[in-house]
Nanobody, 124 residues
Framework: VQLQASGGGLVQPGGSLRLSCAPS????????IGWLRQAPGKEREGVSCIDNSDGSTYYADSVKGRFTISRDNAKNTVYLQMDSLKPEDTAVYYC??????????????????WGQGTQVTVSS
């Protein structure tokens, strides 16, 4: 199970970015997909997740109302739309999955398969 995250970059505070997560060699239908991030000197934390069964979505309190997770099964891709970005959103963002048939989890340790990460920098 391999995932590819993309879409990071440098953006000014208040700006937007859209991250994409695409699998390699499998379809996302049976997989919950989470976005997690790690800032310099901090532990990895969960940001958002979309469930595989009913499409339920979950967000960390720090991003609620600003980030939106979605999945496009036709394109086999999960997106994280990030609006009203703040300097504290600066981190490497990863997409990950706990594996086929499992739902969303809060703890990064519950995710078994990870993409390579994409850097998001929010700075003026």
């Amino acid at each position: 199970v391999q995932l590819q995250a993309s879409g990071g970059g440098l953006v000014q505070p208040g700006g937007s970015l859209r991250l994409s997560c695409a699998p390699s060699g499998f379809t996302l239908d049976d997989y919950a997909i989470g976005w997690l991030r790690q800032a310099p000197g901090k532990e990895r934390e969960g940001v958002s997740c979309i469930d595989n069964s009913d499409g339920s979505t979950y967000y960390a309190d720090s991003v609620k109302g600003r980030f939106t997770i979605s999945r496009d099964n036709a394109k086999n891709t999960v997106y994280l739309q990030m609006d009203s970005l703040k300097p504290e959103d600066t981190a490497v963002y990863y997409c990950a999955t706990p594996g086929p048939g499992y739902g969303c989890y809060t703890l990064p340790s519950e995710y078994d398969f990870w993409g390579q990460g994409t850097q998001v920098t929010v700075s003026s």
